[in-house]
């Protein structure tokens, strides 16, 4: 199993067997069942989890229990918030639950900074990961504010890859930081132009991909 999450973090390809070895042995293995919270907005976070099989969503919530989702991860990839709230000892500023059964290691903010510190490889890891995800969620941002909600829709669904696509309303306002009412007003209206068709639980995406 060691040599699983070896291969899904690219860092590992450049530490010495000193820092690996150092890295295992703090590391607790971890298993979370589908819908499990990680950690609360607001939540101090302890440690820092390296995924390796699953997904996570990430999301903030506002005071009405909107939500907006800021990214989803998967294996391979670390979560932004759950790494600077572990780090910094400062509250996490969105929360994380899981979309399926997940695996991975959980590895104490300690030996987190100490492998940053020692080792220029995981530091600069570390960094680039922020800079992917910052420009990510400045992407988001940008979306939200000037891209009109249909055609945000639409990219959503079409990011599914998928020409059926079995996802609830709901699901849909949460990713795209709106309401339930207004998706399936959308929805209604591309239904009428015919480049979705709509049932229960269910979209078609009509358009060629």
């Given at each position: ?11 590992f ?30 939540d ?12 996570v ?15 989803t ?49 995981y ?28 055609r945000?829709?639409l ?52 358009q060629?991909?």
């Open positions: 199993m060691q040599e699983k999450i070896e291969k899904l973090y690219s860092f390809d450049d530490l010495d067997s000193i820092r690996r070895e150092k890295f295992f042995a703090h590391a607790k293995r971890v298993s979370f069942k589908k819908d499990s919270i990680l950690f609360w907005q607001g101090l976070c302890g440690a820092i989890l390296y995924l390796e099989r699953g997904s969503k990430v999301y903030i919530q506002n005071e009405d229990g909107e939500e907006i989702t800021l990214y991860l998967n294996p391979g990839e670390q979560c932004v918030i759950n790494t600077s709230s572990s780090i910094s000892q400062t509250p996490a500023i969105g929360s994380a639950v899981t979309l399926s059964d997940v695996e991975g290691f959980m590895l104490d903010s300690k030996t987190v900074k100490e492998l940053m510190s020692e080792c220029k490889p530091q600069d890891y570390m960094f680039s990961l922020f800079t992917l995800k910052l420009t990510s969620l400045a992407t988001l941002v940008e979306d939200l504010k000037f891209k009109p909600l249909k945000r829709v990219q959503f669904l079409k990011s599914k890859n998928s020409k059926k696509i079995h996802i609830t309303h709901e699901e849909i306002a949460q990713n795209l930081g709106t309401s339930r009412v207004v998706i399936s007003r959308i929805l209604k209206e591309l239904e009428i132009a015919n480049k979705v068709s709509l049932s229960r639980g269910e979209i078609t995406y009509m060629d991909f």
